[in-house]
């Protein structure tokens, strides 16, 4: 499904990836863990086509990605949960919905689309009118997955989707990655919380200063003795 090769980018004359490889393959929750100022973000956003290659490829179903706008790469089915959710504060929870709708084929599965959101998220139907500012850092967690599901993916990118949360609403985010995998959408997630990520996952990689300096499946990286004192606390 996604293929990552020799990925390489930055910011002005900084390198932040170096030589960066990963798959996700059809159906699979893949997580990439590592600390701060590790690249994790940049990685998410230069699959995304937010954050400009300066090397490498990244292939979607065969196509390559690394030439295209971030409207043509959602086109193609991966969409993107940024960090820091970047909800529109003063619009209402449908019309940030709606704004995740906006290309031709999610335009016409709309309503279809917007129903299973809130079936996954009954809380935002249940606030559908309120001002998307007022939720709840949880609640805005939802809106902007839900966000990225209006727009239909096969691939959903999440970048650091429990960061601020409380341990109970992590668990309940962590829980509806699980549904919504079940679904058949594969994830690609971004997470510092390597306990949870590694629950829900087949597979990781682990990045250190731009470089992939670990991989295997989530049973492995759980038992390597390194990942579990850096990042499992254990």
């Known amino acids: 499904m996604l ?21 996700v393959e059809d159906g699979e929750i893949v997580t990439i863990l590592g600390p701060n100022g590790a690249g994790k973000t940049s990685l ?9 290659t300066w090397g490498g490829s990244v292939t979607f179903d065969g196509i390559e990605m690394t030439t295209l706008p971030p409207h043509r790469v959602i086109e193609h089915g991966m969409a993107l949960v940024p960090e820091g ?10 019309e940030n919905l709606d704004l995740g709708s906006y290309t031709l084929t999610a335009r016409s599965g709309h ?9 996954i998220f009954p809380r935002l139907e249940e606030r559908h009118s309120q001002v998307a500012g007022t939720l709840s850092g949880g609640e805005q967690q939802m809106l902007a997955i839900g966000r990225a599901l209006m727009a239909q993916p096969r691939l959903l990118l999440l970048d650091e989707p429990s960061l601020g949360l409380a341990p109970i609403v992590v668990e309940n985010i962590f829980e509806v990655l699980r549904q919504v995998n079940a679904t058949g959408v594969s994830i690609l997630l971004v997470e ?14 682990v990045l250190e200063e ?5 991989e295997g499946t989530a049973v492995e990286l759980e038992q390597d003795e390194r990942l579990r004192k850096a990042y499992l606390g254990l």
């Open 192 to 205: 510092q919380n390597a306990v949870e990520a590694l629950d829900i996952a087949a597979r990781g990689y």
């Open 111 to 119: 309503d279809a689309a917007l129903d299973s959101v809130y079936r």
């Open 85 to 94: 959710r970047r909800i529109f504060p003063k619009m209402t929870v449908t």
């Open 44 to 52: 998410v956003n230069a699959i995304a086509g937010v954050l400009p």
């Open 210 to 214: 731009g470089r992939v300096v670990g």
């Open 3 to 23: 293929q990552v090769d020799g990925l390489g980018t930055g910011y002005g004359r900084a390198q932040a990836l170096h030589d960066v490889s990963l798959r």
